[in-house]
């Protein structure tokens, strides 16, 4: 596969847009939240989706500074998209073992999103998802 400009691999920081919108996710009074956004600056990318789309697997570097956090069912958060081009879709988070496991973000039509969007194409939910 060509290595593009941009490409995330395993262990790199969060790309910038990903990275705001896993901020915005957890910018919420919701159980076991504080303790997910203290997992943030040590979420590290742990790998891509095979479909082409921008999800992202992650990893917390150094759990020992961020502690799993206690929260209820997964995916813990949910919004929705509306990118620059008119395209729909959500975002989701997934924890596993109380770490950041997973941002997801998927497309209503055909084509993946290939890129995060910039925040403020993304309408977080303020109902906890059903899980
Ligand atoms: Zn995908």
Redesign the pocket.
């Known amino acids: 596969m060509p290595h593009e400009p941009g490409d995330t691999e395993p262990g790199d920081a969060l790309p910038s847009h990903a990275l705001a919108v896993l901020t915005a996710l957890l910018a919420q009074d919701r159980p076991g939240f504080a303790a997910l956004r203290a997992q943030v600056p040590y979420a590290r990318v742990a790998g891509g ?5 921008a ?1 992202l697997s992650l990893a917390v570097v150094d759990p020992a500074n961020a502690p799993a956090a206690e929260v209820v069912g997964s995916p813990v958060a949910e919004g929705d998209v509306l990118a620059p081009d008119g395209r729909c879709g959500g975002v989701l988070l997934f924890v596993a073992g109380g770490m950041l496991s997973y941002l997801e973000i ?1 497309s209503y039509e055909e084509e ?1 999103f290939a890129a995060w969007p910039p925040v403020e194409h993304v309408t977080v939910s303020r109902a906890a998802p059903a899980a």
Do not use: D, L
């Open positions: 989706c095979g479909c082409g789309c999800s998927h993946p």
